[in-house]
């Protein structure tokens, strides 16, 4: 289920496809649009938990040669990415963390989620994540529960599982609207993170977050202070 606050009412009403719009032609507007959106996931006890949408990275496709979809290539792997908009794309890295996409209007187009800012459920989170964690370790501040894709998949209990659900019929995750839009913050544009290999696409500034939030994974200062002196 995907959510908007219909126009005049007040009352949360379902979107559908609404990541596939037809004025939206790139997943870059679509990573502006999931920006402060609020990602439920209802766990199979019931508890829901939620996190604000912080950070995101867009991957245009075909021609995006950090895109798992470079080139137009389909795998069953990535078969996610060329479905409808809206439809998640999970992934294994190093054999045992996940990290979660929604895709988007594109072909082979997708947005990672990168980092949330825990709203709701942050005891559940901490525990969730403390599973995966080896020994007595320190505890999680509120901060460290979803800063990172895979962090983010641990505290929501995200695995392979979640791969090609469709967040507009899903009843175990969706995403809602919430209070705030991108357009009440600054919104900095920084190149991806972890995608030397890609040549100039790797300098491309396709990583979106608000800035000053605190439970963003990685602060670009550099582009940061671009942005400051150029006004």
Not at 156 to 178: V, Y
Request: with cysteine; glycine share 10%.
């Amino acid at each position: 289920m995907l959510y908007y606050d219909a126009p005049g009412s007040g009352v949360p009403e379902a979107m559908g496809e609404g990541l596939g719009q037809e004025d939206s032609p790139c997943s870059v507007m679509q990573e502006l649009r999931l920006l402060l959106a609020i990602l439920v996931r209802r766990l199979p006890d019931g508890a829901e938990v939620r996190g604000r949408v912080v950070e995101t990275e867009a991957y245009l496709g075909a021609e995006d040669e950090a895109a798992h979809s470079r080139g137009g290539r389909q795998t069953p792997r990535n078969k996610g990415m060329f479905m409808k908009p809206g439809t998640l794309y999970v992934y294994i890295v190093y054999g045992m963390y996940f990290c979660m996409n929604v895709s988007s209007q594109g072909e082979g187009a997708c947005i990672l989620l990168r980092s949330l800012e825990p709203v709701e459920g942050l005891e559940m989170m901490r525990q969730l994540r403390n599973a995966h964690r080896k020994g007595a370790a320190r505890a999680l501040k509120d901060r460290e529960l979803c800063n990172g894709p895979s962090k983010l998949c641990q505290a929501l209990a995200i695995d392979k599982s979640f791969d090609q659900r469709d967040l507009a019929e899903e009843e175990a995750i969706w995403l809602e609207q919430g209070p705030e839009r991108p357009g009440e913050h600054t919104v900095v544009a920084a190149p991806r993170i972890g995608i030397n290999y890609a040549g100039e696409w790797a300098l491309k500034p396709l990583r979106f977050y608000i800035q000053g939030n605190p439970y963003v994974s990685v602060v670009d200062r550099k582009v940061e202070q671009e942005m400051q002196a150029s006004g």
